[in-house]
């Protein structure tokens, strides 16, 4: 069964600290993407890689930075967290030329204090 | 511009009825839509979807209509079941970027028993 895993459910964190969020995939994807949720504003796009040590920025990647190291590894980066970046993330993979159709994980919620 | 919007944020519905969950978007040039439906504590999971040349398609209990002349795009459940409920994304897939798909704020589906 296809799994996307996110290594934590709930992270709190303080001000100015750097945060890793980890996703790992077992489906062998070649796209892998981050998104963050908020209420009412839907699912928007942080970043997103196509392939392994390759990257791309979404529609909101202030404040982020992402790793590919491994085909089935992305890890989101927040460099000096913020409480704005108080959010549900959530990371997701498909085939190549699917993106369309999205598998996700369970979600990491961060509160930044 | 590029959006993807809901027309409700919430829905209740009465077990065994019918549910329908509308959505407007505003990219002419999209050309694949797609339903995802959110458990609470999960990620979002595929629930069907459609390409721009096809004004409805079925699936288990699910019907997807759409309407380019006013760019809408609408979720039907039929016999909605307790398991329904749920938060439901519509998501258009647009060619300005590589495989890129926006997300609408969500509709929050409630049934009744």
């Known amino acids: 069964d296809v799994k996307v895993t996110q290594s934590s459910r709930y992270l709190v964190k303080r001000t100015g600290e750097k945060v890793f969020l980890e996703c790992v995939q077992d489906m062998d994807h070649e796209n892998m993407f981050w998104y963050r949720q908020d209420p009412g504003l839907g699912l928007r796009l942080i970043y997103f890689s196509y392939d392994v040590k390759m990257k791309e920025k979404g529609d909101i990647p202030e404040g982020y930075s992402v790793s590919r190291e491994k085909k089935e590894r992305f890890s989101l980066i927040l460099e000096s967290a913020s409480t704005n970046q108080t959010s549900m993330y959530l990371c997701a993979s498909s085939l190549p030329r699917t993106a369309e159709k999205l598998f996700f994980g369970s979600g990491t919620q961060l509160s930044v204090l | 511009g590029e959006s993807v919007g809901l027309h409700l944020p919430t829905l209740s519905v009465q077990e065994g009825d019918n549910s329908i969950i509308n959505c407007a978007y505003s990219?002419?040039?999209?050309?694949?839509f797609i339903w995802y439906k959110q458990e609470s504590g999960k990620g979002p999971q595929f629930i069907i979807d459609?390409?721009?040349?096809?004004d409805k398609r079925q699936g288990q209990r699910v019907t997807v209509l759409l309407n380019k002349t006013v760019k809408h795009l609408s979720l039907q459940i039929a016999a909605t079941q307790p398991g329904d409920s749920a938060v439901y994304f519509c998501?258009?897939?647009?060619?300005?970027?590589?495989?890129?798909?926006?997300f609408g704020p969500g509709t929050s589906l409630s049934v009744i028993p």
């Open positions: 459609i390409r721009s040349n096809m």
């Open positions: 998501a258009e897939n647009t060619k300005t970027s590589y495989d890129k798909v926006i």
């Open positions: 990219n002419s040039a999209s050309d694949y």
